[in-house]
C-alpha cells in the first residue's frame, strides 16, 4: 500500500508528463473527490496508506485525466455561480466567462420586474437555473435542441431545489411561445478553424454543436438576434455572450432589430457580452 502523500506525488508527476499544467491540483481534487473529503484532508492525513481498490479506482480517474478528458466530466460536476451543476459529455462545462455574464444581469437588473425569461440552448440549465435562484419571482423557461442537455438540465434543477423553471425541446425559437422580459444566451460562436485549434479536451470531449457556428461562428447569433424581437417585451433585453472579434459585425446587424446595442468586456478585456434594448 501508498500513502497519500506518495499516491499524490506519483500522480502529479505522471499528469504533468501528461502536459496536465494544474497537475498537482487536479491530482488533489480527482482524489479528494474519490474519497469523498476536502483536499485539506489529504494533507492533514498525507501518512494514511491507500487500500488497493481505492487506488486502483483512483488510477482509473489519473488515466482518464492524463487522456486529456475534462476534469469536470470526470468528477461529473462542477460550482457555478452557488450552484452545484452536473455535468457529462452531452452539455458543455460552464465557463467562468458565463459566470461573469449572470454577476452583470443581476447587478443590472436586481431592482427592475423581470418576471419571465427565455434561456436559449440551455444545455447544463446552468444560466436560466442561476437567472431562476435570483430572480425568485421570475418564471423561467429553458429550452435545448438536445434531449440528452435537457435531461440534464432537468436533473440539476432537481439538485439544486429551483422550482420556478420548465425546460422545453425547442430550436432556438422554434417551440417557444410568449413574450419574455429578457431573453438569454450563450449560443455555439466558434468557427470550425478556431474549434480544431482549441485544446485537447474542448476539441476531444465537449459537444462541438454546442460550440461551432456557421458564417464565421456568426449564424446562430444573427438567428437570435434577428428573431427575438417576435418573444420580447417592448422594455425587455436580450443578452448574448459572444466571440471576441464578433462585435462589430453584430452591431452592424443588430441595427435592422434594436435601436440599443452595448458591447461590454469581459474580465479578461475581451468584447465578450452583448445587450440589446429596443
Same mark, same amino acid.
Given at each position: 500500500?501508498?500513502?497519500?502523500?506518495?499516491?499524490?506525488?506519483?500522480?502529479?508527476?505522471?499528469?504533468?508528463?501528461?502536459?496536465?499544467?494544474?497537475?498537482?491540483?487536479?491530482?488533489?481534487?480527482?482524489?479528494?473527490?474519490?474519497?469523498?473529503?476536502?483536499?485539506?484532508?489529504?494533507?492533514?492525513?498525507?501518512?494514511?496508506? $491507500?487500500?488497493?481498490?481505492?487506488?486502483?479506482?483512483?488510477? &482509473?480517474?489519473?488515466?482518464?485525466?492524463?487522456?486529456?478528458?475534462?476534469?469536470?466530466?470526470?468528477?461529473?460536476?462542477?460550482?457555478?455561480?452557488?450552484?452545484?451543476?452536473?455535468?457529462?459529455?452531452?452539455?458543455?462545462?460552464?465557463?467562468?466567462?458565463?459566470?461573469?455574464?449572470?454577476?452583470?444581469?443581476? &447587478?443590472?437588473?436586481?431592482?427592475?420586474?423581470?418576471?419571465?425569461?427565455?434561456?436559449?440552448?440551455?444545455?447544463?440549465?446552468?444560466?436560466?437555473?442561476?437567472?431562476?435562484?435570483?430572480?425568485?419571482?421570475?418564471?423561467?423557461? *429553458?429550452?435545448?435542441?438536445?434531449?440528452? *442537455?435537457?435531461?440534464?438540465?432537468?436533473?440539476?434543477?432537481?439538485?439544486?431545489?429551483?422550482?420556478?423553471?420548465?425546460?422545453?425541446?425547442?430550436?432556438?425559437?422554434?417551440?417557444?411561445?410568449?413574450?419574455?422580459?429578457?431573453?438569454?444566451?450563450?449560443?455555439?460562436?466558434?468557427?470550425?478553424?478556431?474549434?480544431?485549434?482549441?485544446?485537447?479536451?474542448?476539441?476531444?470531449?465537449?459537444?462541438?454543436?454546442?460550440?461551432?457556428? *456557421?458564417?464565421?461562428?456568426?449564424?446562430?447569433?444573427?438567428?437570435?438576434?434577428?428573431?427575438?424581437?417576435?418573444?420580447?417585451?417592448?422594455?425587455?433585453?436580450?443578452?448574448?455572450?459572444?466571440?471576441?472579434?464578433?462585435?462589430?459585425?453584430?452591431?452592424?446587424?443588430?441595427?435592422?432589430?434594436?435601436?440599443?446595442?452595448?458591447? $461590454?468586456?469581459?474580465?479578461?478585456?475581451?468584447?465578450?457580452?452583448?445587450?440589446?434594448?429596443?
Amino acid at each position: 500500500m501508498a500513502s497519500l502523500i506518495e499516491v499524490l506525488k506519483q500522480s502529479e508527476l505522471f499528469l504533468k508528463s501528461k502536459g496536465i499544467t494544474a497537475s498537482r491540483l487536479d491530482s488533489e481534487l480527482l482524489l479528494s473527490h474519490l474519497l469523498g473529503c476536502k483536499r485539506s484532508f489529504l494533507y492533514l492525513k498525507s501518512e494514511n496508506n $491507500i487500500e488497493e481498490p481505492v487506488l486502483s479506482r483512483f488510477q &482509473s480517474l489519473l488515466f482518464r485525466r492524463g487522456n486529456r478528458e475534462p476534469l469536470q466530466y470526470i468528477i461529473g460536476e462542477v460550482d457555478f455561480y452557488g450552484l452545484s451543476i452536473a455535468v457529462d459529455k452531452n452539455v458543455l462545462i460552464p465557463r467562468h466567462e458565463t459566470e461573469e455574464l449572470i454577476g452583470i444581469v443581476i &447587478s443590472r437588473f436586481r431592482n427592475k420586474s423581470i418576471g419571465s425569461i427565455l434561456d436559449l440552448g440551455t444545455g447544463s440549465g446552468a444560466i436560466g437555473l442561476a437567472l431562476a435562484k435570483h430572480f425568485t419571482t421570475a418564471n423561467v423557461l *429553458a429550452v435545448d435542441t438536445s434531449r440528452n *442537455a435537457l435531461s440534464m438540465a432537468q436533473k440539476n434543477a432537481l439538485r439544486n431545489k429551483i422550482g420556478n423553471i420548465r425546460f422545453m425541446e425547442s430550436d432556438w425559437f422554434e417551440s417557444v411561445d410568449g413574450i419574455f422580459d429578457m431573453i438569454i444566451s450563450n449560443p455555439p460562436y466558434l468557427t470550425n478553424e478556431e474549434f480544431e485549434n482549441t485544446q485537447d479536451e474542448i476539441k476531444n470531449f465537449e459537444p462541438k454543436s454546442a460550440l461551432v457556428s *456557421a458564417n464565421n461562428g456568426l449564424a446562430d447569433i444573427f438567428k437570435i438576434i434577428g428573431t427575438a424581437g417576435k418573444f420580447l417585451a417592448k422594455d425587455g433585453v436580450l443578452v448574448l455572450e459572444t466571440g471576441s472579434s464578433q462585435h462589430e459585425f453584430i452591431a452592424r446587424f443588430a441595427k435592422d432589430y434594436f435601436g440599443k446595442f452595448e458591447s $461590454i468586456r469581459d474580465l479578461g478585456r475581451e468584447n465578450r457580452f452583448a445587450f440589446f434594448e429596443y
